[in-house]
């Protein structure tokens, strides 16, 4: 009898055990899986390189999806790659998205955008930071991309003329703007053919440096040094990711330097007269969210930037010799960094 009751025992504290083992996992699912019915969302980014302008636009597009109610690690999965400038990394990178069957992809960059496009035609592609979209073949017009490609677009019409209007008020004895870009960069010879129309017959002379690589910018800024009385840099990847070789020339030899990137000033130029690329990368993520949506990238018009702002740097203005008058500071962002 007393052998009964042991196993009686034994098999009553078994199954409290069972019940509790049942009972608790059923509690932490309720807590943990309250997500459980929302779909996940799947985006891939592909950057082509490091730098500023190109980091600014991703954390725009991201910040919209955010604020949108796409959360990471809730609804919301992201895959970022960066090329680091490389050209097979692109593909490489591409061919990885595509492959991983994200829901949407997101590339930065002229040359990034070339490739995602190149790997999918099913995939629904957004590019931001991309000077011609027309002339790079990503879209076939502005007003109807017409495929599964659409973006921003890192130029404003008005942008490059007043940019060099600025520099004529600024500084009216200076009679040539130095350039420095890579010319394997499509949206880069896009720039420098609207900055030589702009110059026409304004009174600055273009003065080119090119590279092929972000080791030959210091080179390229050096060779300008008792040639160029200003230097501007456009919108070009390998350049602006070797920003500080320049930055360092222009301050020891006391030259100004102009950025088409605002985000440029904050790493030294000492103006700009274009947009935050925060701000492009924004409306590329309302655009995301509009796909996601349903909408359809085919029939979705290419998208750029409205606002622009002269923005100066104090700072870097004193480093390159440049006395900062009232007359410049009037209506410009003073960027203290």
Request: contains cysteine; negative net charge; aromatic residues 4%.
């Amino acid at each position: 009898m007393k052998q009964l009751f042991s196993i009686l025992a034994v098999c009553s504290l078994l199954l409290l055990a069972a019940c509790g083992s049942a009972n608790e996992p059923a509690a932490a699912g309720k807590h943990n899986d309250e997500n459980a019915g929302k779909k996940v969302i799947k985006i891939g980014i592909a950057q082509y390189a490091e730098h500023p302008s190109l980091d600014g636009a991703r954390a725009g597009f991201l910040q919209a999806l955010k604020d949108a109610g796409y959360k990471e690690n809730v609804n919301l999965q992201v895959d970022m790659h960066n090329a680091q400038g490389d050209m097979n990394n692109n593909m490489t990178i591409a061919q990885k998205l595509v492959g991983d069957k994200n829901d949407l992809i997101l590339a930065i960059a002229t040359p990034t955008a070339l490739a995602v496009a190149k790997a999918t035609k099913d995939i629904p592609v957004l590019f931001t930071a991309v000077t011609d979209p027309v002339a790079s073949k990503l879209v076939k017009s502005l007003e109807e991309p017409g495929g599964n490609v659409t973006g921003t677009r890192d130029t404003n019409p008005e942008a490059i003329k007043k940019t060099m209007e600025t520099m004529k008020r600024f500084f009216p004895d200076a009679k040539k703007v130095g350039v420095i870009y890579n010319s394997g960069e499509q949206n880069s010879v896009v720039n420098i053919a609207n900055v030589k129309q702009v110059l026409q017959g304004g009174g600055l002379e273009i003065v080119e440096a090119t590279v092929t690589n972000s080791s030959e910018v210091k080179q390229a800024a050096d060779s300008l040094v008792g040639r160029a009385d200003i230097i501007y840099l456009p919108s070009d990847n390998t350049v602006i990711s070797a920003l500080s070789s320049v930055v360092s020339v222009a301050n020891a030899k006391d030259i100004p330097l102009f950025c088409e990137s605002s985000e440029s000033v904050g790493q030294g130029a000492f103006a700009s007269v274009g947009f935050q690329y925060y701000d492009l990368g924004y409306t590329t993520g309302k655009m995301a969210v509009e796909v996601l949506k349903g909408a359809s990238p085919a029939q979705m018009p290419v998208r750029f930037s409205e606002q622009l702002d002269l923005m100066i740097n104090p700072k870097a203005a004193e480093e390159q010799g440049i006395t900062l008058t009232e007359d410049m500071k009037q209506g410009a962002i003073l960027i203290e960094k």
